[in-house]
């Protein structure tokens, strides 16, 4: 079962997003900074929405989609930002159920599509990705965190 996170099951999956951090080696993990952050996607959020997915009570992964726009569309579009499964229910539908779930989501939300990047030698996501109806992208992803200080 998939359900929004709000303030009621907040809780259940801060030790999820720990563990999704680590995966990505993250070096300030801080459980209270993800409260604050987290808490401000749900179902009325413009922002987007948290979602997690919970099978005989147990919560078993998360998605996070963000909204933002795009200017060659031009339109708004949802980022899946954020998807993890526990390793137990990895290769199990859990991440497929999540992504779909994703992208109705978005779609009711007037966005004209779903996207996302991931690790290249996050090889349990590329596989799920890849047995989608998904379009690898040849886009480069940049991250720029200033101007460089020359000595």
Known sequence: MIEAVSPDNIEEILPMIRQ?????????????????????????S???CQFLYRDN???LGFATVYFSH?????????????????????????GRLLVEH?????????????QWVTAPDNEP??????SM????SNWFFYAYNGPSIAE
């Open 102 to 114: 994703c992208y109705t989501y978005v779609m009711r939300q007037g966005a004209a599509r779903l």
């Open 70 to 94: 795009n200017s060659t569309l031009p339109a708004k579009v949802g980022i899946l930002n954020d998807l993890y499964c526990v390793e137990a229910s990895r290769g199990k539908g859990v």
């Open 57 to 59: 009570g147990v919560v």
């Open 20 to 44: 999704y951090q680590e995966f990505y080696k993250v070096a300030d993990i801080c459980d209270s900074r993800n409260r604050a952050f987290f808490s401000q996607f749900g179902d009325s």
């Open 133 to 136: 109806n998904t379009a690898k």
């Open 46 to 48: 413009p922002a987007g």
């Open 125 to 130: 996501a590329n596989k799920l990705y890849q």
